[in-house]
């Protein structure tokens, strides 16, 4: 990810910011994000671009007055409380790097904890945190109203230190140990922005032979997804340093290249997935920064000869709208859609959401009207429900300024669209509701389990193997030390062998189980996974699980449930951090289990309850069939180094934290076990036990062949067979997932091939004769019988996406 994310916690660089430039009576709305002009407000109109090009004539004049306006924040108004504090944490970051740097002469390096007489990684992470520490300087020496700006003091020490910083990166290596990525995006990034901050003191000379080098490394841009975008953004800002237009048109050209949809590998899926490093879903990570930097670029080159086409821009919007919006929760940005990243202690989940947000702030401002709205009610939402860590208390003034003009208009705050979301691409499903946003993070033949490279994320182990999330009103839940803290060989919703893997085991890996995916009906859904856990182990456990998603209800069924003798097996149910704060009291069929540490089996319990630390953050269990239950309650002791040894992320330093858990035991060896239970968030211990004792839910198989529910008029099922079976009216004969709810009037349909393996045609029965079909995806036809229909759908390069009808049944 961009090095933003691996910054020490005292050395936060704010860049990216979206900025104010007052342009011919229109204001520039610029940063991360597109530019878009309006008319003026009220306010100081100095310009803060370098004196020699305030006013530039050219077009590389222009350029790189509008980009320093993107670094720096323009003309602040430091009378408005947020920008001061904004303005204050620039030159807090500043004052803590300059405090620690070295002294002038040593050419050992800037800082003394980042040596760069060093050889291999261990160099090119000082490298690039040397790059990061001087930007973090220079940005408040070009920014108005910090101490350091404009100091003639400070002028030749930077200098200087650019000077070494260049030394040590013009002899990078090409060797395999050092990171490609430092070389050719991360310190480029950094020097290219320092290079244009002190332009005006810069020698020609020295300006070309700093930026000679950037070239050596990325002298075009390359690779995919958001290293495309990111290797454009180098070549990018050197042009506009040096004024080279054909440089720049190759920039534009491969910022092109990178808005598009693709169906393999890297980059934006049609469905809105978000995949980099081949098979692995980066929603939260890499695609908000190809998010974030697509936009920076786009609004930088807008109006300019190098400006993008239109369609562009509405690829970004419809990226931000489908896919990275339905996983923002309240300020956080969900963790089943941020790989590794989840492993670092200064990439929290909120911290992830803010630069979402802020891109959005600015593709909002940009839009048209007709499609303005959404986004901006989406981020309207957000600002106003992240009571964790407010949005206008971020250290980026542009986008304060900008979030605070949002808050002051009419527009309505909206939530992210409600419902369920299947990214097929991803092997992943996210359903939200009114209290609550549940996710699933799978894995099968076409997504790996999880990414560990680096050294990092090293006990990920289970966190795409039906790995469950439940974000409600406990914003902290997932952030505050979670993930160096929670028992790790138990994440919530897998079926796994006990004990603990070794440190990035299994990662990277991919099953040999294609039928992984889910279906989607407004509010209603299914995801289905046939499971091998570990997928190259010979003591592997395999099965199938299916969640069905019925609004307010999630019913988790498992079937086949098969391990060698003697292994071992459960399937995690609950692993919820709790408050230090607040009571958290757990309730086992109306018994209390106090809240202080416990170890408890129960053979056979109705239900369980687990108050919450806020109002609506309760939780509800129920158990459908038979089990044996263990709940335990402990306080853990972690450090982010246990799951994260990468030397760029080294926080050793112990937190500890209090957990509830709650586990089905399988038993050693088991042999086709099955499990079935319900959670109930948001529910109180009376709604539980009235559910418990009367479900709404009918079960109506649960084998590796079929798993099926009935709730009401509403029937859903997940087909594991070729052989022909049906169920609730429903009738197949191939690996599809179904959903039929009937009403009065209408019936309506929603199938999917989560396997994603059928091209061609099948056909699934309906126990109803249809007199008319009243709206239907063109892939679906209608042959109807004498008192049954058959519904023939083609599936071809269908990508396990839901195909539905509405039809009227006689």
Not at 128 to 156: I, N, Q
Not at 677 to 701: D, F
Not at 774 to 786: G, K, N, Y
Request: glycine content about 10%; overall charge negative.
């Amino acid at each position: 990810m961009h090095p933003t994310d691996d910054e020490k916690p005292h050395r936060r660089m704010i860049l990216g910011r979206r900025q104010l430039l007052l342009v011919g009576g229109f204001v520039v709305v610029a940063g991360v994000g597109v530019t878009s002009l309006r008319q003026s407000e009220a306010g100081p109109t100095r310009s803060l671009a370098p004196p020699a090009e305030a006013h530039g004539t050219t077009p590389y004049a222009r350029l790189r007055g509008r980009w320093y306006t993107q670094l720096t924040g323009g003309d602040i108004d430091l009378s408005v409380p947020e920008n001061a504090r904004a303005v204050d944490g620039v030159d807090a970051a500043a004052r803590n790097a300059r405090a620690d740097m070295s002294p002038r002469g040593d050419r050992t390096g800037l800082w003394p904890d980042l040596p760069l007489d060093g050889t291999g990684r261990d160099r090119a992470i000082a490298l690039r945190h040397t790059a990061d520490r001087l930007s973090s300087v220079v940005l408040a020496y070009g920014t108005a109203g910090t101490t350091m700006y404009r100091d003639p003091g400070l002028r030749s020490s930077l200098l200087g230190s650019l000077d070494l910083l260049h030394e040590r990166y013009e002899s990078f290596g090409a060797a395999q140990d050092e990171n490609w990525y430092d070389r050719e995006i991360s310190v480029p990034l950094a020097l290219t922005s320092i290079c244009l901050l002190l332009r005006d003191d810069l020698a020609r000379d020295l300006l070309e032979r700093y930026l000679a080098t950037v070239d050596s490394f990325t002298p075009a841009p390359s690779k995919a997804g958001a290293n495309l975008v990111w290797t454009a953004q180098v070549v990018a800002e050197r042009a506009i340093l040096l004024d080279e237009g054909a440089k720049l048109d190759m920039a534009r050209e491969g910022l092109q290249r990178a808005l598009h949809t693709v169906t393999s590998g890297d980059g934006v899926h049609p469905d809105g997935s978000f995949i980099q490093h081949k098979n692995h879903p980066y929603t939260g990570g890499y695609g908000t920064s190809f998010l974030r930097s697509s936009v920076r670029l786009v609004e930088l080159l807008h109006g300019s000869p190098w400006q993008v086409d239109s369609g562009k821009f509405d690829f970004l919007l419809d990226f931000a709208v489908d896919g990275v919006a339905p996983w923002l929760h309240k300020g956080a940005l969900l963790s089943p859609v941020r790989g590794r990243e989840i492993s670092r202690r200064s990439a929290t989940e909120h911290n992830a959401c803010h630069v979402a947000m802020s891109a959005f702030l600015a593709l909002g401002e940009l839009a048209p009207p007709e499609r303005r709205g959404v986004l901006a009610g989406i981020t309207r939402h957000l600002i106003e429900q992240d009571t964790l860590t407010p949005f206008l208390g971020i250290n980026n003034v542009p986008a304060v300024t900008a979030a605070r003009r949002l808050l002051r208009s009419e527009t309505l705050a909206a939530p992210p669209e409600g419902g369920t979301r299947v990214f097929a691409a991803m092997d992943r499903v996210v359903h939200r509701r009114p209290g609550f946003t549940f996710a699933i993070a799978m894995s099968s033949s076409r997504i790996a389990t999880y990414e560990a490279i680096n050294s990092e994320n090293l006990h990920g182990w289970w966190t795409g193997s039906g790995a469950t999330y439940l974000y409600d009103d406990d914003l902290a839940q997932f952030d505050d030390g979670y993930w160096p803290t929670v028992d790790a060989t138990r994440i919530p919703g897998t079926t796994v062998p006990t004990g603990s893997p070794p440190d990035g085991s299994n990662a990277e890996a991919l099953a040999a189980v294609a039928l992984v995916g889910g279906v989607s009906l407004g509010h209603l859904g299914l995801a289905t996974m046939a499971f091998r856990t570990p997928v190259d182990s010979p003591a592997t456990v395999t099965g199938r699980k299916t969640w069905f998603l019925l609004g307010d209800e999630i019913v988790a069924l498992g079937s086949g449930i098969t391990a060698p003798a003697g292994r071992a097996v459960e399937t995690v149910v609950e692993n919820r951090k709790l408050s230090t704060d607040v009571s958290q009291p757990f309730l086992v069929d109306a018994a209390s289990l106090g809240t202080g540490p416990m170890n408890r089996s129960f053979d056979r319990p109705g239900w369980a309850h687990l108050t919450g630390p806020v109002e609506g953050s309760d939780i509800g269990y129920v158990f459908l069939t038979d089990a044996r239950v263990r709940a335990s309650r402990e306080s853990r002791i972690g450090r982010w180094s246990d799951i994260n040894q990468d030397p760029a992320f080294d926080f050793p330093g112990e937190i500890r934290r209090d957990y509830l858990t709650l586990c089905i035991d399988h038993g050693r060896g088991p042999q086709g076990d099955r499990y079935a239970y319900v959670l109930l968030p948001g529910a109180s211990p009376e709604t539980v036990s009235g559910y418990a004792a009367s479900p709404p839910v009918t079960i109506l198989s649960n084998t590796l062949g079929l798993q099926a529910v009935r709730k009401g008029n509403t029937v859903a099922a997940s087909f594991g067979s070729t052989d022909e079976q049906s169920v609730g009216g429903i009738t197949a004969r191939t690996r599809v997932s179904v959903i039929v709810v009937r009403d009065e009037s209408r019936l309506s349909v929603a199938i999917s091939d989560p396997s994603q393996t059928v091209q061609g045609t099948i056909r699934i029965g309906l126990d109803h004769r249809i007199r008319r079909v009243i709206t239907a995806d063109p892939r679906i036809q209608v042959q109807p019988d004498q008192a049954t229909s058959t519904l023939v759908v083609d599936l071809l390069d269908a990508r396990g996406q839901t195909v539905s009808a509405v039809l009227e049944p006689a």
